[in-house]
């Protein structure tokens, strides 16, 4: 029987045990796609407890806990202390066996921490202290885990409007970390919104343009593009609930575009409309900035906006509406191709069983530079063993594995570095199956660089941040 979470942990063969060790343990970490807060990293911020660190924000484990019964006040409450929260995690973890959170919250305790006991109400307040004790020290601030898991580059996700000051005053004080902007103008995007019309209304205060239509909104954030191109930013975000494909003329789009700012009902045709020419105004300034785009679709969002505090999603269309989506997504990619305006793009679904659907999709607009379009890693849910590996397969058998740029945390805590240690582990994992199997011939100089390119070399020449 194996020991839990050792050296070897999720490496079944020798070959898998010499690719990690040797290859992709001493990769450092690109994270193209997060969420940390750029003011942390900018002030170094010092945690004061591992609750603030580990549970702040955390909508994994708030969703874990709540299917536990745990009261909403010890996830998100303001009533409660660190201690309490921490008390009922601990409760929690012994139920999420099989869940990714048992495997990435043992792995972050003993990468960052060097603990090596599981987490239970009985170890719970040793924990606690230990955590608590270590986070006094100053390799214990956001910088310094950062530091401490080798991490080359971040790219957070920020909205046009963002001033960047904190980017800045990162890239200024001579943090040998890069903290990149990514460009993610949803809330332009999401017309059918509310808040659309105050949306525009500050955009029009950072840009200092006077916004009445489409046309000058799309100026607006071109300066807006071009202020975070001379920040260095070179990668954009969308998330959307599916790809568009309705025609629309500009006239029609500045009907829609005046209704929206005067508060009035507009059509689910219309919105989709406005979508579809939103998203395609977007990836043909991406293209000219010469950035790479991502889109993160499949996410049903604010489900449950007053409990779950808008982090509860539900995930996934039907057959058929997976179906429409990808024709609406050929559609999207092949207009763009035939400007000339598809620039390097991601794709990531929510949906498991739009993977070879999407794998299949790269290959129809492929060409230039190596991996041009390119299956984002399993995500959101799917950022776990099963899904990582569903993900990794349906890439190996339709498309290129070896031209992959690799894993992300999307996450905004500074202990989620494990999940690119966790990814590496299985796509060594795999690769030594394989060899072992006689599926694959034991040629170390390919698989070596096979993983090595996957866990940091190619995203390093993909991206252009340097």
């Not at 299985?426 to 694959?440: H, S």
Request: hydrophobic content about 35%; glycine content about 6%.
């Amino acid at each position: 029987m194996k020991q839990f979470n050792d050296e070897n942990f999720l490496l079944d063969t020798q070959v898998a045990q010499d690719l990690y060790h040797n290859h992709a343990a001493k990769k450092p970490i690109i994270d193209y796609h997060c969420h940390l807060i750029p003011e942390m990293v900018a002030n170094d911020h010092k945690f004061k407890s591992i609750t603030e660190l580990w549970l702040g924000g955390d909508h994994y484990k708030w969703r874990a806990m709540r299917t536990n019964g745990v009261d909403e006040r010890f996830c998100t409450g303001k009533d409660t202390s660190d201690w309490e929260k921490f008390e009922k995690w601990a409760e929690t973890i012994t139920y999420c066996f099989r869940n990714p959170l048992y495997h990435w919250s043992h792995l972050e305790l003993k990468t960052a921490f060097g603990i090596t006991k599981q987490l239970s109400p009985k170890t719970a307040r040793e924990i606690f202290d230990e955590c608590n004790e270590k986070l006094q020290q100053p390799e214990f601030s956001a910088r310094g885990l950062m530091r401490h898991y080798n991490v080359e580059c971040v790219c957070t996700t920020d909205d046009p409007v963002d001033d960047l000051r904190y980017h800045k005053q990162t890239r200024e004080s001579g943090f040998e970390v890069k903290m990149i902007p990514a460009w993610r103008p949803d809330k332009a995007m999401n017309i059918e919104k509310p808040e659309f019309a105050a949306y525009v209304e500050q955009l029009s205060n950072v840009s200092g343009v006077n916004i009445s239509s489409f046309k000058e909104m799309v100026d607006a954030l071109q300066k807006r593009h071009d202020f975070f191109h001379e920040n260095g930013c070179r990668l954009s975000d969308h998330g959307i609930e599916e790809f568009y494909d309705e025609e629309y003329t500009d006239s029609q789009i500045e009907t829609i575009f005046t209704k929206a700012l005067a508060g009035q009902q507009l059509s689910d045709f219309e919105i989709r409309q406005y979508k579809n020419c939103f998203l395609t105004v977007m990836a043909e300034m991406d293209a000219d900035a010469d950035w790479t785009q991502q889109f993160h679709y499949g996410a049903i969002r604010d489900n449950n906006t007053v409990m779950y505090n808008k982090l509860g999603p539900d995930t996934g269309f039907d057959s058929i509406g997976e179906f429409n989506t990808a024709r609406a997504m050929s559609r999207f990619l092949n207009k763009l191709n035939m400007k000339g305006k598809l620039t390097r793009t991601i794709l990531y679904t929510l949906n498991p069983c739009a993977n070879e659907v999407i794998a299949t999709m790269l290959g129809n607009f492929q060409g230039g530079e190596p991996g041009k379009i390119q299956f984002g890693s399993g995500w959101w849910f799917n950022d776990q063993l099963d899904g990582m590996t569903r993900q990794m397969n349906a890439l190996s058998v339709l498309g290129l594995l070896s031209r992959f740029v690799g894993m992300l945390t999307d996450s905004r805590s500074f202990l989620s570095y494990p999940r690119h240690e966790y990814f590496r582990r299985l796509l060594c994992n795999m690769l030594g199956n394989d060899v072992e199997k006689g599926l694959l011939p034991n040629d170390q100089e390919i698989l070596s660089r096979m993983v090595e390119d996957i866990s940091y070399n190619n995203a390093r020449r993909y991206f252009k941040f340097y």
